[in-house]
Protein backbone atom coordinates (compact mmCIF):
# COMPACT_ATOMS: atom_id res chain seq x y z
CA UNK A 1 0.00 0.00 0.00
CA UNK A 2 3.02 1.99 -0.71
CA UNK A 3 1.48 4.02 -3.36
CA UNK A 4 -1.58 4.65 -1.26
CA UNK A 5 0.14 6.92 1.63
CA UNK A 6 3.46 8.12 -0.10
CA UNK A 7 2.65 11.37 -0.45
CA UNK A 8 1.45 11.45 3.16
CA UNK A 9 5.33 10.29 4.02
CA UNK A 10 6.46 13.19 1.77
CA UNK A 11 4.77 15.54 3.42
CA UNK A 12 5.95 14.16 6.99
CA UNK A 13 9.53 14.27 5.91
CA UNK A 14 9.92 17.40 4.07
CA UNK A 15 8.50 19.26 7.31
CA UNK A 16 10.80 17.47 10.04
CA UNK A 17 13.78 18.21 7.39
CA UNK A 18 12.91 21.96 7.51
CA UNK A 19 12.42 21.63 11.35
CA UNK A 20 15.78 20.26 11.87
CA UNK A 21 17.83 23.26 12.06
CA UNK A 22 16.17 23.93 15.43
CA UNK A 23 16.49 20.88 17.87
CA UNK A 24 13.86 22.23 20.05
CA UNK A 25 11.26 21.44 17.55
CA UNK A 26 11.53 18.12 17.74
CA UNK A 27 10.44 17.65 21.13
CA UNK A 28 7.35 19.34 20.08
CA UNK A 29 4.49 17.23 19.33
CA UNK A 30 2.00 19.17 16.52
CA UNK A 31 -0.92 20.97 18.38
CA UNK A 32 -3.54 19.85 15.14
CA UNK A 33 -2.91 15.88 15.46
CA UNK A 34 -2.00 12.88 17.98
CA UNK A 35 0.49 10.12 17.08
CA UNK A 36 -0.51 6.76 17.01
CA UNK A 37 0.36 5.61 20.23
CA UNK A 38 -1.54 8.69 21.74
CA UNK A 39 -4.63 8.62 19.48
CA UNK A 40 -6.67 5.73 21.30
CA UNK A 41 -6.11 5.34 24.81
CA UNK A 42 -9.54 4.38 26.25
CA UNK A 43 -12.46 2.33 25.68
CA UNK A 44 -13.96 5.61 24.29
CA UNK A 45 -11.51 6.56 21.58
CA UNK A 46 -11.99 2.67 20.06
CA UNK A 47 -15.64 3.26 19.57
CA UNK A 48 -15.07 6.30 17.66
CA UNK A 49 -12.40 4.40 15.80
CA UNK A 50 -14.62 1.51 14.91
CA UNK A 51 -17.12 4.20 13.86
CA UNK A 52 -15.08 5.36 11.40
CA UNK A 53 -13.71 1.86 10.19
CA UNK A 54 -17.12 1.02 9.15
CA UNK A 55 -17.85 4.43 7.98
CA UNK A 56 -15.12 3.43 4.94
CA UNK A 57 -17.23 0.20 4.08
CA UNK A 58 -19.40 2.78 2.48
CA UNK A 59 -17.15 4.25 -0.32
CA UNK A 60 -18.55 3.92 -3.60
CA UNK A 61 -15.93 1.16 -4.93
CA UNK A 62 -17.01 -0.39 -2.05
CA UNK A 63 -20.32 -1.28 -0.82
CA UNK A 64 -21.29 1.45 -1.42
CA UNK A 65 -21.96 0.89 -5.10
CA UNK A 66 -19.29 -1.21 -6.98
CA UNK A 67 -18.99 -4.39 -5.74
CA UNK A 68 -22.67 -5.24 -5.52
CA UNK A 69 -23.14 -4.28 -9.00
CA UNK A 70 -20.29 -5.94 -10.38
CA UNK A 71 -21.40 -9.12 -9.01
CA UNK A 72 -24.64 -8.99 -11.27
CA UNK A 73 -23.27 -7.09 -14.06
CA UNK A 74 -20.59 -8.86 -14.93
CA UNK A 75 -22.87 -12.36 -14.21
CA UNK A 76 -25.45 -13.07 -16.22
CA UNK A 77 -28.56 -11.09 -14.36
CA UNK A 78 -27.79 -7.12 -15.69
CA UNK A 79 -26.85 -5.07 -18.38
CA UNK A 80 -26.14 -1.47 -18.88
CA UNK A 81 -28.65 0.56 -20.99
CA UNK A 82 -27.71 1.79 -24.66
CA UNK A 83 -28.85 5.39 -22.92
CA UNK A 84 -26.02 5.44 -19.89
CA UNK A 85 -24.43 7.68 -18.05
CA UNK A 86 -20.81 6.18 -18.69
CA UNK A 87 -20.67 4.31 -15.56
CA UNK A 88 -19.64 0.48 -15.15
CA UNK A 89 -19.41 0.12 -19.36
CA UNK A 90 -15.92 -2.04 -18.31
CA UNK A 91 -17.39 -4.24 -16.44
CA UNK A 92 -20.43 -4.46 -18.76
CA UNK A 93 -18.56 -4.75 -21.94
CA UNK A 94 -15.66 -7.04 -20.17
CA UNK A 95 -13.13 -4.40 -21.64
CA UNK A 96 -10.47 -3.07 -18.96
CA UNK A 97 -7.47 -2.86 -18.81
CA UNK A 98 -4.43 -2.00 -16.01
CA UNK A 99 -5.99 1.69 -15.31
CA UNK A 100 -9.24 0.46 -15.10
CA UNK A 101 -11.24 3.49 -12.18
CA UNK A 102 -13.50 0.41 -10.61
CA UNK A 103 -10.30 -1.97 -9.77
CA UNK A 104 -8.06 0.99 -8.95
CA UNK A 105 -11.11 2.07 -6.65
CA UNK A 106 -11.68 -1.33 -4.56
CA UNK A 107 -8.23 -1.86 -4.29
CA UNK A 108 -7.55 1.41 -2.55
CA UNK A 109 -10.76 1.63 -0.26
CA UNK A 110 -10.19 -2.03 0.39
CA UNK A 111 -7.02 -1.27 2.15
CA UNK A 112 -8.01 1.91 3.85
CA UNK A 113 -10.75 0.06 5.73
CA UNK A 114 -8.06 -2.93 6.72
CA UNK A 115 -5.78 -0.01 7.80
CA UNK A 116 -8.38 1.27 9.96
CA UNK A 117 -8.63 -2.24 11.04
CA UNK A 118 -5.27 -2.69 11.96
CA UNK A 119 -5.47 0.21 13.99
CA UNK A 120 -7.81 -0.73 16.22
CA UNK A 121 -6.34 -4.32 16.62
CA UNK A 122 -2.95 -2.58 17.40
CA UNK A 123 -3.83 0.32 20.19
CA UNK A 124 -6.51 -2.11 21.72
CA UNK A 125 -4.03 -4.45 22.20
CA UNK A 126 -2.96 -2.23 24.73
CA UNK A 127 -5.74 -1.51 26.83
CA UNK A 128 -7.49 -3.74 29.45
CA UNK A 129 -9.67 -6.35 28.15
CA UNK A 130 -13.65 -5.39 28.98
CA UNK A 131 -16.14 -6.94 27.07
CA UNK A 132 -16.56 -3.53 25.31
CA UNK A 133 -12.89 -3.52 24.47
CA UNK A 134 -13.15 -7.20 23.21
CA UNK A 135 -16.16 -6.71 21.55
CA UNK A 136 -14.34 -4.18 18.72
CA UNK A 137 -11.33 -5.58 18.65
CA UNK A 138 -13.42 -9.13 17.49
CA UNK A 139 -15.60 -6.38 14.91
CA UNK A 140 -11.96 -4.97 13.96
CA UNK A 141 -10.71 -8.79 13.18
CA UNK A 142 -14.16 -9.04 10.98
CA UNK A 143 -13.91 -5.84 9.31
CA UNK A 144 -10.05 -7.16 7.76
CA UNK A 145 -11.57 -10.47 7.12
CA UNK A 146 -14.15 -9.43 4.88
CA UNK A 147 -11.54 -6.74 3.03
CA UNK A 148 -9.23 -9.15 2.09
CA UNK A 149 -11.85 -11.59 1.22
CA UNK A 150 -13.17 -9.04 -1.17
CA UNK A 151 -9.55 -7.88 -2.51
CA UNK A 152 -8.38 -12.10 -2.83
CA UNK A 153 -11.66 -12.98 -4.87
CA UNK A 154 -11.60 -9.62 -7.06
CA UNK A 155 -7.58 -9.55 -7.48
CA UNK A 156 -6.75 -13.95 -7.34
CA UNK A 157 -7.77 -17.06 -8.87
CA UNK A 158 -10.26 -18.60 -7.48
CA UNK A 159 -9.55 -21.04 -4.65
CA UNK A 160 -11.38 -23.95 -5.87
CA UNK A 161 -9.82 -23.61 -8.84
CA UNK A 162 -5.93 -23.38 -8.05
CA UNK A 163 -5.19 -21.95 -4.44
CA UNK A 164 -1.81 -22.03 -5.48
CA UNK A 165 -1.74 -18.82 -7.58
CA UNK A 166 -0.70 -15.20 -6.12
CA UNK A 167 -2.88 -14.14 -3.90
CA UNK A 168 -3.11 -10.13 -2.49
CA UNK A 169 -0.70 -8.66 -0.05
CA UNK A 170 -1.88 -9.57 3.29
CA UNK A 171 -1.66 -6.76 5.64
CA UNK A 172 -2.27 -7.89 9.34
CA UNK A 173 -0.21 -5.08 11.39
CA UNK A 174 -0.51 -1.02 11.53
CA UNK A 175 2.56 -0.38 9.69
CA UNK A 176 3.06 4.00 8.38
CA UNK A 177 6.35 2.52 6.82
CA UNK A 178 6.58 4.19 3.34
CA UNK A 179 8.97 2.22 1.62
CA UNK A 180 7.31 -0.81 2.77
CA UNK A 181 6.66 -3.38 -0.41
CA UNK A 182 4.60 -6.05 0.55
CA UNK A 183 4.32 -9.21 -2.19
CA UNK A 184 1.71 -11.47 -2.79
CA UNK A 185 1.44 -15.01 -1.18
CA UNK A 186 -0.51 -17.63 -2.88
CA UNK A 187 -4.30 -17.36 -2.28
CA UNK A 188 -4.29 -20.36 0.55
CA UNK A 189 -2.31 -18.25 2.54
CA UNK A 190 -4.51 -14.95 2.48
CA UNK A 191 -7.75 -17.55 3.01
CA UNK A 192 -5.77 -19.08 6.06
CA UNK A 193 -5.48 -15.21 7.64
CA UNK A 194 -9.22 -14.43 7.02
CA UNK A 195 -10.11 -17.82 8.63
CA UNK A 196 -7.76 -16.86 11.67
CA UNK A 197 -8.97 -13.18 11.59
CA UNK A 198 -13.16 -14.80 11.72
CA UNK A 199 -11.61 -17.22 14.52
CA UNK A 200 -10.69 -14.33 16.07
CA UNK A 201 -13.67 -12.18 15.80
CA UNK A 202 -15.86 -15.23 16.72
CA UNK A 203 -14.00 -15.62 20.65
CA UNK A 204 -14.11 -12.11 21.17
CA UNK A 205 -17.34 -10.84 20.60
CA UNK A 206 -20.21 -11.37 22.94
CA UNK A 207 -22.24 -8.15 22.16
CA UNK A 208 -24.93 -7.66 19.63
CA UNK A 209 -24.98 -4.03 18.46
CA UNK A 210 -27.37 -3.78 15.64
CA UNK A 211 -27.17 -4.69 11.81
CA UNK A 212 -25.14 -2.14 11.05
CA UNK A 213 -21.76 -3.88 13.61
CA UNK A 214 -20.15 -6.82 13.03
CA UNK A 215 -21.15 -9.21 16.17
CA UNK A 216 -20.43 -12.94 16.64
CA UNK A 217 -22.48 -14.70 14.62
CA UNK A 218 -22.45 -12.45 12.12
CA UNK A 219 -18.52 -13.14 11.86
CA UNK A 220 -19.58 -16.98 11.85
CA UNK A 221 -21.79 -16.50 8.45
CA UNK A 222 -19.20 -14.50 7.11
CA UNK A 223 -17.03 -17.75 7.99
CA UNK A 224 -19.41 -20.14 6.21
CA UNK A 225 -19.19 -17.57 3.42
CA UNK A 226 -15.17 -18.40 2.79
CA UNK A 227 -15.50 -21.64 3.48
CA UNK A 228 -18.08 -22.01 0.56
CA UNK A 229 -15.64 -20.16 -1.69
CA UNK A 230 -12.99 -22.71 -0.58
CA UNK A 231 -15.20 -25.86 -1.24
CA UNK A 232 -14.58 -26.58 2.63
CA UNK A 233 -18.22 -28.49 2.41
CA UNK A 234 -17.53 -29.68 5.98
CA UNK A 235 -16.01 -26.45 7.42
CA UNK A 236 -19.12 -24.39 5.47
CA UNK A 237 -21.74 -26.70 6.95
CA UNK A 238 -20.21 -26.49 10.74
CA UNK A 239 -20.24 -22.43 10.28
CA UNK A 240 -23.65 -21.72 8.55
CA UNK A 241 -25.24 -24.21 11.37
CA UNK A 242 -23.95 -22.53 13.63
CA UNK A 243 -25.34 -18.96 12.77
CA UNK A 244 -28.49 -20.22 11.53
CA UNK A 245 -29.05 -22.29 14.54
CA UNK A 246 -27.56 -19.81 17.46
CA UNK A 247 -27.40 -16.88 15.64
CA UNK A 248 -31.37 -15.79 16.76
CA UNK A 249 -31.41 -14.53 12.82
CA UNK A 250 -35.28 -15.18 11.39
CA UNK A 251 -36.50 -15.19 8.07
CA UNK A 252 -38.86 -12.96 6.75
CA UNK A 253 -42.19 -13.93 5.52
CA UNK A 254 -43.37 -13.29 1.76
CA UNK A 255 -46.05 -11.08 3.10
CA UNK A 256 -43.02 -8.97 4.46
CA UNK A 257 -40.28 -9.50 2.22
CA UNK A 258 -40.90 -6.39 0.18
CA UNK A 259 -41.06 -4.23 2.89
CA UNK A 260 -38.19 -5.41 4.44
CA UNK A 261 -36.46 -4.01 1.13
CA UNK A 262 -38.56 -0.69 1.18
CA UNK A 263 -37.43 0.11 5.26
CA UNK A 264 -34.30 2.61 4.64
CA UNK A 265 -33.73 1.76 8.03
CA UNK A 266 -31.05 -0.36 9.81
CA UNK A 267 -32.11 -2.93 12.43
CA UNK A 268 -30.43 -1.87 15.79
CA UNK A 269 -32.77 -4.49 18.10
CA UNK A 270 -34.60 -6.88 15.75
CA UNK A 271 -32.62 -9.72 13.92
CA UNK A 272 -35.15 -9.89 10.83
CA UNK A 273 -33.24 -11.41 7.81
CA UNK A 274 -30.10 -9.74 8.08
CA UNK A 275 -26.68 -10.91 9.66
CA UNK A 276 -24.79 -7.14 8.72
CA UNK A 277 -25.23 -4.74 6.72
CA UNK A 278 -23.87 -1.04 5.78
CA UNK A 279 -25.43 1.46 6.97
CA UNK A 280 -26.18 5.05 5.11
CA UNK A 281 -28.60 7.64 6.76
CA UNK A 282 -29.56 11.08 5.67
CA UNK A 283 -26.15 12.30 6.78
CA UNK A 284 -23.95 9.92 5.91
CA UNK A 285 -24.53 8.71 2.66
CA UNK A 286 -22.52 8.93 -0.47
CA UNK A 287 -25.22 11.14 -2.18
CA UNK A 288 -26.29 10.57 -5.96
CA UNK A 289 -23.37 7.67 -5.73
CA UNK A 290 -25.77 5.66 -4.12
CA UNK A 291 -26.48 2.18 -5.11
CA UNK A 292 -30.01 2.94 -5.68
CA UNK A 293 -29.55 5.54 -8.37
CA UNK A 294 -27.59 3.41 -10.96
CA UNK A 295 -30.56 1.23 -10.49
CA UNK A 296 -33.58 3.32 -10.44
CA UNK A 297 -35.45 5.87 -13.36
CA UNK A 298 -36.99 8.13 -10.98
CA UNK A 299 -36.01 10.29 -8.13
CA UNK A 300 -32.86 11.68 -10.07
CA UNK A 301 -31.81 8.09 -10.53
CA UNK A 302 -29.36 6.97 -13.73
CA UNK A 303 -31.48 3.90 -14.72
CA UNK A 304 -27.96 2.62 -16.18
CA UNK A 305 -28.64 -0.68 -15.37
CA UNK A 306 -31.65 -3.66 -16.01
CA UNK A 307 -31.90 -7.43 -15.22
CA UNK A 308 -31.99 -9.97 -17.68
CA UNK A 309 -35.12 -10.94 -19.37
CA UNK A 310 -33.86 -14.38 -18.18
CA UNK A 311 -33.54 -13.32 -14.63
CA UNK A 312 -36.63 -11.74 -14.21
CA UNK A 313 -38.35 -15.31 -15.90
CA UNK A 314 -37.30 -16.84 -12.93
CA UNK A 315 -39.53 -15.59 -10.51
CA UNK A 316 -43.36 -16.91 -10.66
CA UNK A 317 -46.69 -15.17 -10.37
CA UNK A 318 -46.78 -16.00 -6.34
CA UNK A 319 -43.03 -15.29 -5.38
CA UNK A 320 -42.54 -12.65 -3.39
CA UNK A 321 -39.46 -11.21 -4.98
CA UNK A 322 -41.08 -11.01 -8.46
CA UNK A 323 -41.99 -7.65 -7.54
CA UNK A 324 -38.38 -6.27 -6.78
CA UNK A 325 -37.44 -7.36 -10.29
CA UNK A 326 -40.57 -5.38 -11.62
CA UNK A 327 -41.32 -4.52 -15.47
CA UNK A 328 -40.79 -0.57 -15.85
CA UNK A 329 -39.86 2.03 -18.49
CA UNK A 330 -36.54 3.42 -19.80
CA UNK A 331 -36.17 5.91 -22.09
CA UNK A 332 -33.85 5.11 -25.12
CA UNK A 333 -34.08 1.13 -23.87
CA UNK A 334 -36.39 -0.74 -26.66
CA UNK A 335 -38.80 -4.10 -25.45
CA UNK A 336 -39.69 -4.89 -22.14
CA UNK A 337 -37.64 -3.65 -19.26
CA UNK A 338 -37.46 -5.19 -15.79
CA UNK A 339 -35.97 -3.06 -13.08
CA UNK A 340 -34.54 -3.57 -9.61
CA UNK A 341 -36.55 -2.38 -6.32
CA UNK A 342 -34.58 -3.68 -3.94
CA UNK A 343 -33.09 0.02 -3.13
CA UNK A 344 -35.97 2.23 -3.83
CA UNK A 345 -34.56 5.01 -1.60
CA UNK A 346 -31.88 6.69 -3.14
CA UNK A 347 -34.09 10.41 -2.74
CA UNK A 348 -35.60 9.44 0.30
CA UNK A 349 -35.49 12.96 2.48
CA UNK A 350 -35.24 11.31 5.98
CA UNK A 351 -32.79 7.78 5.53
CA UNK A 352 -30.98 6.28 2.44
CA UNK A 353 -31.04 2.37 1.52
CA UNK A 354 -28.20 0.04 3.27
CA UNK A 355 -26.32 -2.46 1.56
CA UNK A 356 -27.33 -5.80 2.73
CA UNK A 357 -23.76 -7.86 3.09
CA UNK A 358 -25.01 -11.16 5.28
CA UNK A 359 -28.42 -12.10 5.24
CA UNK A 360 -29.82 -15.54 6.72
CA UNK A 361 -31.38 -16.79 3.30
CA UNK A 362 -27.67 -16.66 1.70
CA UNK A 363 -26.60 -18.72 4.82
CA UNK A 364 -29.50 -21.13 4.50
CA UNK A 365 -28.63 -21.96 1.09
CA UNK A 366 -24.77 -22.24 1.53
CA UNK A 367 -26.14 -24.95 4.63
CA UNK A 368 -27.83 -26.90 1.63
CA UNK A 369 -24.80 -26.23 -0.59
CA UNK A 370 -22.68 -27.87 1.92
CA UNK A 371 -25.16 -30.75 2.49
CA UNK A 372 -24.99 -31.63 -1.20
CA UNK A 373 -21.42 -31.83 -1.37
CA UNK A 374 -21.39 -34.20 1.83
CA UNK A 375 -23.99 -36.37 0.05
CA UNK A 376 -26.74 -35.90 1.98
CA UNK A 377 -29.74 -34.81 -0.43
CA UNK A 378 -32.60 -35.30 2.12
CA UNK A 379 -30.74 -32.27 3.97
CA UNK A 380 -29.62 -30.49 0.86
CA UNK A 381 -33.23 -30.04 -0.75
CA UNK A 382 -34.25 -29.58 3.12
CA UNK A 383 -32.68 -26.31 3.61
CA UNK A 384 -33.34 -25.21 0.25
CA UNK A 385 -36.84 -24.99 0.40
CA UNK A 386 -36.73 -22.86 3.80
CA UNK A 387 -35.93 -20.25 1.62
CA UNK A 388 -37.97 -21.20 -1.47
CA UNK A 389 -40.76 -22.23 0.01
CA UNK A 390 -40.64 -19.01 2.72
CA UNK A 391 -40.48 -16.82 -0.42
CA UNK A 392 -43.17 -18.39 -2.20
CA UNK A 393 -45.77 -20.95 -0.52
CA UNK A 394 -47.55 -21.60 -2.76
CA UNK A 395 -44.48 -23.83 -4.56
CA UNK A 396 -44.66 -27.17 -3.54
CA UNK A 397 -40.73 -27.35 -3.51
CA UNK A 398 -37.81 -28.78 -4.55
CA UNK A 399 -37.43 -32.57 -4.44
CA UNK A 400 -34.64 -33.19 -7.04
CA UNK A 401 -31.74 -35.89 -6.61
CA UNK A 402 -28.68 -36.03 -8.23
CA UNK A 403 -26.37 -33.23 -9.76
CA UNK A 404 -30.01 -31.47 -10.68
CA UNK A 405 -30.21 -30.83 -7.14
CA UNK A 406 -27.26 -28.30 -7.03
CA UNK A 407 -28.29 -26.95 -10.37
CA UNK A 408 -31.82 -26.02 -8.02
CA UNK A 409 -29.99 -24.44 -5.27
CA UNK A 410 -28.13 -22.10 -7.73
CA UNK A 411 -31.46 -20.87 -9.50
CA UNK A 412 -32.82 -20.32 -5.89
CA UNK A 413 -29.47 -18.46 -4.97
CA UNK A 414 -29.54 -16.38 -8.17
CA UNK A 415 -33.52 -15.35 -7.29
CA UNK A 416 -32.96 -14.59 -3.75
CA UNK A 417 -29.82 -12.74 -3.81
CA UNK A 418 -30.05 -11.43 -7.30
CA UNK A 419 -28.80 -6.90 -7.18
CA UNK A 420 -26.72 -7.91 -3.94
CA UNK A 421 -23.67 -8.95 -5.81
CA UNK A 422 -23.41 -12.51 -5.39
CA UNK A 423 -23.78 -14.32 -8.64
CA UNK A 424 -20.67 -13.54 -10.65
CA UNK A 425 -19.16 -15.74 -7.38
CA UNK A 426 -21.19 -18.45 -7.74
CA UNK A 427 -20.09 -18.77 -10.91
CA UNK A 428 -16.47 -17.98 -10.72
CA UNK A 429 -15.70 -20.55 -7.96
CA UNK A 430 -17.79 -23.43 -9.54
CA UNK A 431 -15.15 -22.59 -12.51
CA UNK A 432 -18.82 -22.14 -14.73
CA UNK A 433 -19.43 -20.82 -18.44
CA UNK A 434 -21.91 -18.76 -19.23
CA UNK A 435 -22.82 -15.59 -21.67
CA UNK A 436 -23.18 -12.25 -20.27
CA UNK A 437 -25.84 -9.55 -21.65
CA UNK A 438 -24.42 -6.64 -23.11
CA UNK A 439 -27.48 -5.08 -24.03
CA UNK A 440 -30.72 -6.38 -24.85
CA UNK A 441 -31.80 -4.50 -27.78
CA UNK A 442 -30.42 -5.17 -30.10
CA UNK A 443 -28.84 -8.31 -27.88
CA UNK A 444 -25.33 -8.22 -28.04
CA UNK A 445 -23.01 -10.63 -25.67
CA UNK A 446 -19.94 -11.84 -24.67
CA UNK A 447 -19.25 -15.44 -23.96
CA UNK A 448 -17.42 -15.95 -20.53
CA UNK A 449 -15.89 -19.15 -19.87
CA UNK A 450 -12.80 -20.32 -17.67
CA UNK A 451 -9.58 -18.54 -18.15
CA UNK A 452 -11.42 -14.95 -19.17
CA UNK A 453 -8.73 -12.84 -17.94
CA UNK A 454 -11.54 -10.51 -17.10
CA UNK A 455 -12.53 -12.92 -14.03
CA UNK A 456 -9.78 -10.99 -12.02
CA UNK A 457 -9.10 -7.77 -11.73
CA UNK A 458 -5.39 -6.64 -12.82
CA UNK A 459 -3.75 -4.99 -10.36
CA UNK A 460 -3.65 -1.55 -10.50
CA UNK A 461 -0.81 0.20 -12.58
CA UNK A 462 -0.01 2.71 -9.78
CA UNK A 463 0.49 -0.27 -7.36
CA UNK A 464 2.51 -1.84 -9.87
CA UNK A 465 4.82 1.03 -10.64
CA UNK A 466 5.51 1.62 -6.69
CA UNK A 467 6.00 -1.63 -5.59
CA UNK A 468 8.21 -3.78 -7.76
CA UNK A 469 7.06 -7.40 -5.53
CA UNK A 470 3.53 -7.46 -6.91
CA UNK A 471 3.77 -9.10 -10.10
CA UNK A 472 0.56 -8.38 -12.54
CA UNK A 473 -2.28 -10.56 -13.35
CA UNK A 474 -1.79 -12.71 -16.67
CA UNK A 475 -3.13 -10.49 -19.91
CA UNK A 476 -2.67 -7.43 -18.27
Given at each position: ????????????????????????????????????????????????????????????????????????????????????????????????????????????????????????????ANLTN????????????????????????????????????????????????????????????????????????????????????????????????????????????????????????????????????????????????????????????????????????????YGDIL??????????????????????????????????????????????????????????????????????????????????????????????????????????????????????????????????????????????????????????????????????????
Amino acid sequence: MKQTFLKLFILTLATVSLLACNKSYLNDTPYTANVLSSAIKTEGDLLVAAAGMYSSLRATDLYGRTLPVKGDLMADNTFVTTSNSGRYITLNNYAFNNADAYALGIWQNAYISIKYANNIISAGANLTNTVNVNQYLGEAYAVRALMHFELVRNFSTAYTVDSTKPGIPVINAFNLDPYAVPSRGAVKDVYKQIISDLENAYKLMTLYRGTAYFSKYAARALEARVYQNMGDWADAKTTALDAITNGGVTLLSSATYAAYWANPVVQSTTKSETFFEVASDLTSNNGFDQIGFIYLTVGGGYGDILATPELAGLYSATDARKALCAVGTRTGQAGTVYLCQKYPNPANGSDKDDTKILRLSDILLIAAEAYYNLGDIPNANLYLNKVAQQRDPSFAGWADAGTQVLEDILTERRKELAFEGNRFWDLVRLNRSWTKVKNQNPLTTVAVAPGNIALMFPIPITEINANPNIAQNPGY
